[in-house]
């Protein structure tokens, strides 16, 4: 293999290898593309600086939208284990009343 598949000289700046930094660290797939992206910035393609830190900021915010909906399903799972059951049958029953009234009032005032 050549030097640019095994050790490219854009992931080879400092005193330790992206990848090592990212495996020391133990880094996820997306925080590792984001650093992966942030250190080749400017250096493996410097007409493409901006793409690789808009990839950079892709990763990132997907990681953000994992981690957020995997806090809002623990939320969610936490809240169904804190009530009994007949009160979340409750609840979902009044919440589908409430969505039927409004659908039907919405429905009517669109025909007025």
Request: hydrophobic share 35%; proline share 4%; glycine share 4%.
């Amino acid at each position: 293999m050549s030097d640019n598949v095994k050790n490219p000289q854009y992931y080879n700046r400092g005193k330790i290898e992206v990848w090592e930094f990212i495996e020391d660290q133990g880094l996820d797939y997306h925080t590792g593309n984001a650093v992966k992206y942030i250190a080749r910035a400017g250096f493996k393609d410097p007409s493409k600086e901006v793409e690789d830190l808009q990839k950079a900021i892709a990763f990132l915010e997907r990681k953000i939208k994992v981690l957020t909906e995997k806090h809002e399903e623990e939320l969610d799972k936490k809240f169904d284990e804190m009530l009994p059951k007949p009160c979340l049958d409750y609840l979902e029953w009044r919440y589908e009343r409430i969505l039927d009234f409004l659908q039907k009032n919405l429905a009517e005032t669109m025909e007025n």
